[in-house]
């Protein structure tokens, strides 16, 4: 489904179960349902441009670098949930990928 049928979708469905509007509460629990996840065709295609654009032989890739390949499909800032799928996803091929900055780990 192409980007402007599935946001003319969102937005029809918004209207259906919010005929009257969002309630303010309502919103943060709506980004969370409708937060976007890259498919696997898009965790597949971001995974072989990191590998094509990466150092040899295998260099590592940083999560910054996937989170900009993402944005670049997106066109969106990505959620951790999809970088660490192209994580997985690279990883599972014997490709390295960097520490989690955030996880405490140096290696």
Known sequence: MDRPTLLQKVV??????????VPHNDYIPLVALLRRQLTDDEVTQVSAELVRESPRPPGPISKIDAAVKITHYTHELPHEDDITRVRAHLESRGWPFDADPTDGDPS
Do not use: K, N, T, V
């Open 12 to 21: 029809e469905w918004l209207r259906a179960g919010y005929p009257d509007g």
